[in-house]
């Protein structure tokens, strides 16, 4: 009798996953200010800022966990630092994105004359995933794992901050402040917001303000982006909001 084979470990499909979860319990954690350790962003053992999805999924993390360490690492690193993972605490899957070479020798002996064998065709991408902790689960740690968090700038409700309105007012997108509802019209090329005032703390506002900016990236004369026709829950329209998103 044939033994079934364990499912093949899918790191994008678990990330995917979590995703749909936490969307399902009603949570966005990406919308929402928050301030770990001193840093805002995920940091590996060295003190290197995780990039791309992983610092998207770590913060996520963090928040949704309410861990007050910016610092990630993978069992051995830990070990290595004398420090033990408390029993219980679950990891967290990160991913690795890279591309490769392959040997132009290695695989001599199945061409054949008539085949073409570029140089991309020689190149292959390959995904890796390694699990984390963090420092927050692990034991033993030097302090300098756990800094004290700073202090979160406090700004007059409804009123501007300088140093950010003089950022998006460098941005050549036109913003037309009015209504109650926030969104990028392409075929006028502009971006509708609340006013200011409607906002009880003025960064929510900009990140409402960069989040619709970003959509406006996808117009001809910029980005050139489409994914086709976009209508509310459809693949098209997720992918722009994960661009906007990210």
């Known amino acids: ?4 084979r364990t499912p093949k470990f899918d790191a994008s499909e678990v990330i995917t996953n979590e995703i749909i ?7 966005l954690p990406w919308r929402k200010p928050w301030t770990a350790g001193g840093s805002s962003r995920p940091l590996r053992v060295g003190g290197e800022p995780y990039q791309g999805v992983n610092n998207f999924l770590l913060t996520m993390r963090t928040v949704m966990a309410g861990h007050s360490s910016p610092f990630w690492m993978t069992l051995p690193q830990a070990n ?16 690795y994105y890279g591309q490769s070479r392959k040997d132009a020798g290695a695989d001599e002996h199945d061409r054949s004359d008539g085949d073409d064998h ?7 991408r390959f995904q890796k ?12 740690l030097p302090d300098s794992f756990y800094p ?3 202090p979160a700038p406090e700004h007059p409700q409804s ?7 003089a950022f998006f007012d460098a941005i050549d997108i036109t913003t037309v402040f009015t209504g109650t509802e926030a969104y990028y019209l392409p075929p006028v090329d502009k971006v509708y917001m609340p006013s ?6 003025p960064r929510n506002f900009y990140g409402v303000w960069a989040h619709e900016l970003a959509h406006a990236t996808k117009a001809p004369h910029r980005l050139n982006r489409d994914f086709g026709f976009s209508k509310f829950g459809n693949t098209s329209y997720a992918r722009e909001e994960i661009v906007a998103l990210s």
């Open 129 to 140: 995933s390694y699990r984390v902790f963090n420092a927050c689960q692990i034991e033993g």
């Open 148 to 150: 004290d968090p700073e």
């Open 80 to 95: 290595a630092l004398d420090a033990k993972v408390r029993k219980g605490e679950k990891s967290s899957v990160v991913v």
């Open 196 to 201: 200011i005032t409607r906002f009880q703390d």
């Open 1 to 4: 009798m044939a033994r079934s």
């Open 118 to 124: 570029s140089e991309e065709a020689r190149i292959f």
């Open 21 to 27: 979860r936490i969307i399902e319990r009603g949570v």
């Open 159 to 165: 009123e501007p901050i300088p140093h950010m309105q």
